[in-house]
Every structure is written in C-alpha cells, then in structure tokens.
Nanobody, 125 residues
Framework: VQLQASGGGLVQAGGCLRL?????????????TGWFRQATGKEREFVAA????????YYADSVKGRFTISRDNAKNTVYLQMNSVKPEDTAVYYC???????????????????WGQGTLVTVSS
C-alpha cells in the first residue's frame, strides 16, 4: 500500500487549504484513515480521523471547528479541509491508514499500519 499526501503549501493565517491522501495498491475505504502532523522540534500529534464508511469523524481539540476530514471511497482518497488556519498549524502533515479489522477509530499513531510521505503546510502570520 502506498499513500500519497498532497496539497500542502504556504498560506496566510486565516486562509484555507485542502490536503488530499490518495492510496494505491489497496482500497483506502477498507481502512480507518487519519491525519497527523509534526512541527519542527515537536512530536507527531493526532489531527483528525475518519471511519471506513465516513460516518464517524474525530478531531484534536486544537483543530475542532476549523478542520474537516472527509473521504471519497470511489476516488480512493481522504481529504483534510483546513479553514481559518493559524501559524501554529504549521507542520508536516501525514496521512495514515489502519487496515486492522477493528471498528474503533484510533487517535494513536502506533495503531496505523501505513503512512504517506507527508506534505508541508506553512502558515504565515
């Protein structure tokens, strides 16, 4: 399975950006899928996750109300819509897939089997 994250870039504070995570080699809709981020000098942290069907979504408190995770299983893609971005959102964003049979959607990175290469989001103030 290969995950390809894209859509990162430079954006001004208050602006918006949409990240995409496309999968090849396996159906992404068979996985619970998450986004994590890692800022320079900090540990990787959970951002958002979505269940296989898209019916359940979870967010870190820091992004709740600003970011929206969604998926289009027909396109084998998961999205992260980032609105009202802040300088503290600056980080490398990674998508990850959990293909275990558990129904529970995890916020813990060690539960995810496959990871994309990351896409850099830089928010200027």
């Amino acid at each position: 399975v290969q995950l390809q994250a894209s859509g990162g870039g430079l954006v001004q504070a208050g602006g918006c950006l949409r990240l995409s995570c496309a999968a090849s080699g396996r159906t992404l809709g068979s996985s619970n899928t998450g986004w994590f981020r890692q800022a320079t000098g900090k540990e990787r942290e959970f951002v958002a996750a979505i269940s296989r069907s898209g019916g359940r979504t979870y967010y870190a408190d820091s992004v709740k109300g600003r970011f929206t995770i969604s998926r289009d299983n027909a396109k084998n893609t998961v999205y992260l819509q980032m609105n009202s971005v802040k300088p503290e959102d600056t980080a490398v964003y990674y998508c990850a897939a959990d293909y275990s049979r558990t129904a529970a959607v995890s916020t813990i990175d060690s539960r995810y089997d496959y990871w994309g290469q990351g896409t850099l989001v830089t928010v200027s103030s």
